[in-house]
């Protein structure tokens, strides 16, 4: 199958539009940092609580704890891989890093619940994963948390990532209100990129496109080219992923950024105007706004399908079937939705993925590279084993050497390397998009490719994308090497009872932006109706939400 594509997947790199890091150098010790990851806040560990670590711990060192050393870990059991005890994974660990697991197991099912009762609770294990950035702001007032960025001194390759890849401003934006944080989130070189638009190639190519469009504009044209050239069309696009939490969730969060906002998933409740240096309401914002009245055009040039609360089958089925020739999609559904499920039902379809079109603002991306991470138990500041615990925490999820472990298994024993550094998983392991039919699984057999221990997979795009398909690596190239990032909102910390003032505001406002949306955009309501809809939104308290964030910000800056 022919890939229609436009650009150059040549050059990857992303103009982060972050404030590199000014850092000292540290010896480890614990001392003199003002390395703004840590705020300047480090602590000095007792030689009671370093029995097991390394004297010598740095970039580039193999963690070993200098005696046999357990640690507590809140389990995540995932049953697509079962955990075993006689994974790869922990023996490797027991027998090169000297460390083993004392595991409270959660099933998945239970994994929320459960997670959020022991840690209410004050009684959870040393370590806790699969933390995503905001869920640990709940539990901070209760003083469960270790507050990581006193200690960020004695994790060398969280600090030389966050230094190296600028990182600063979104650490920042994980800060409370007392100025520390404490979640240690997995750090990306670049952004994760999953979800854009899927054409049927056939259809578009009879209506004489050769090439993805190079803007939202390009698009609507391309789709009514689509439409005249196929008559039994209904719809040129009709989308899919519409009904939680908001409709068009993914072709909003996709759009949104290249007209200076966010939207759909991607929403948050304000936004930063870098020239007015404060918050905005971002569903009242000029961007907002613009790309609502984009989509609002499609459906009513008829090249957008109004049925936009739609399931997924639903919309899955008109695509399949020909009745669209257009639907969002992701890295994952392209193969899994469309292309077998077209096998399936003996009707091979052919597809890629467009590249992201831009917009008024330009060619931006949104996309945080902070992924997942882990939190701390407050009381292992007391254990006899905290320095090591740090050091082992440091070593798996921030060093390249650790997360490719944890990726990939130990070269030598699941994989090899290639001349030219190509991973290549035996040929009797299946895993990481290699060897499907193979009868072993790299994550149900061995235990690595384990989202409890890869922060999102983190680290540098060399490993991410050795993970991918060579068509997934080849789109994320070519995407992030047209594409700037649409910067993060600047830290706003707030206090427990400001927190659950605005959580109830914004719920009801989110509410009122997602019909308000979706009435806009099917033509339900005039989008000459927008005046009233901002009030509409301040009747719900939207300026009490603005002034906060302001106010939060313009504390945090002094």
């Not at 099912?109 to 959020?116: G, H, L, Q, V």
């Not at 948390?145 to 994980?174: H, T």
């Not at 009513?300 to 669209?324: C, H, M, R, V, W």
């Not at 690596?473 to 009872?497: C, Q």
Request: hydrophobic content about 35%; overall charge negative.
């Amino acid at each position: 199958m022919r890939i229609i594509r436009r650009g150059s997947a040549a050059v990857a790199t992303v103009a982060t539009l972050a404030l590199a890091l000014t850092a000292c150098s540290s010896d480890g010790d614990g001392s003199g940092s003002d390395d703004t990851a840590g705020a300047g806040d480090e602590v000095t560990i007792a030689d009671a609580q370093s029995v097991g670590a390394m004297d010598d711990f740095a970039v580039g060192t193999t963690f070993k704890a200098t005696e046999p050393t357990t640690f507590s870990l809140m389990y995540r059991d995932h049953p697509n891989y079962p955990v075993k005890d006689d994974w790869d994974f922990f023996t490797d660990i027991k027998t090169n890093q000297n460390v083993t697991f004392d595991r409270t197991d959660i099933p998945l099912a239970d994994w929320d619940n459960k997670r959020s009762l022991l840690l209410g609770s004050g009684d959870f294990p040393d370590i806790t994963s699969v933390f995503y950035p905001g869920q640990e702001s709940q539990y901070v007032a209760s003083g469960a948390l270790l507050p990581v960025s006193d200690y960020i001194d004695y994790m060398p390759n969280f600090k030389d990532k966050v230094e190296k890849w600028g990182l600063s401003d979104e650490i920042d934006a994980l800060r409370q209100a007392d100025g520390k944080y404490y979640l240690l989130p997995g750090l990306r070189e670049q952004p994760d990129l999953q979800y854009t638009i899927c054409p049927n190639d056939d259809m578009w190519q009879k209506a004489g496109i050769t090439e993805d469009p190079a803007t939202w504009d390009e698009f609507a044209a391309d789709l009514q080219k689509v439409k005249d050239a196929n008559p039994d069309v209904k719809y040129p696009f009709s989308d899919r992923w519409n009904a939680n939490p908001a409709p068009l969730g993914a072709l909003l969060s996709t759009m949104g950024p290249n007209y200076d906002t966010v939207a759909g998933w991607g929403y948050s409740p304000v936004i930063f105007n870098s020239d007015d240096s404060k918050f905005e309401l971002t569903a009242t914002s000029a961007g907002y706004k613009a790309v609502v009245t984009q989509l609002a055009g499609l459906v009513s040039d008829g090249l957008l399908d109004p049925e936009i609360t739609q399931d997924d089958d639903t919309a899955n089925a008109k695509f399949l079937n020909g009745e669209s020739a257009a639907i969002s999609c992701n890295t994952q559904t392209i193969t899994s939705d469309i292309r077998a499920k077209a096998e399936e039902a003996g009707k091979p379809i052919n597809t890629h993925l467009m590249v992201i079109p831009g917009g008024p603002a330009g060619n931006v991306v949104a996309g945080s590279r902070l992924a997942q991470g882990v939190v701390l138990n407050a009381d292992v500041a007391k254990k006899p084993y905290f320095k090591a615990l740090l050091q082992f925490v440091d070593w798996l999820y921030f060093s390249d050497e650790g997360i490719e472990f944890a990726v990939w298994g130990q070269e030598g024993q699941t994989y090899t390397k290639d001349a030219d550094g190509t991973r290549v998983l035996n040929a009797d392991i299946n895993g990481n998009n290699q060897n499907p039919d193979a009868t072993k699984k790299l994550q149900a057999d061995f235990g690595f490719f384990n989202g409890v221990f890869m922060a999102g997979v983190g680290s540098t795009a060399d490993l991410v994308q050795s993970t991918m398909s060579p068509e997934i690596a080849e789109w994320t190239k070519t995407v992030l090497g047209n594409s700037t990032l649409r910067p993060a909102n600047p830290p706003a910390p707030m206090d427990a009872d400001t927190q659950e003032e605005l959580g109830l505001l914004t719920t009801q406002i989110k509410d009122a932006v997602d019909t308000a949306t979706a009435e806009f955009i099917t033509g339900k309501r005039s989008l000459d109706d927008w005046d009233k809809f901002a009030s509409q939104l301040d009747g719900l308290g939207a300026q009490t939400v603005v002034d906060d964030y302001n106010a939060a910000h313009e504390a945090f800056t002094k």
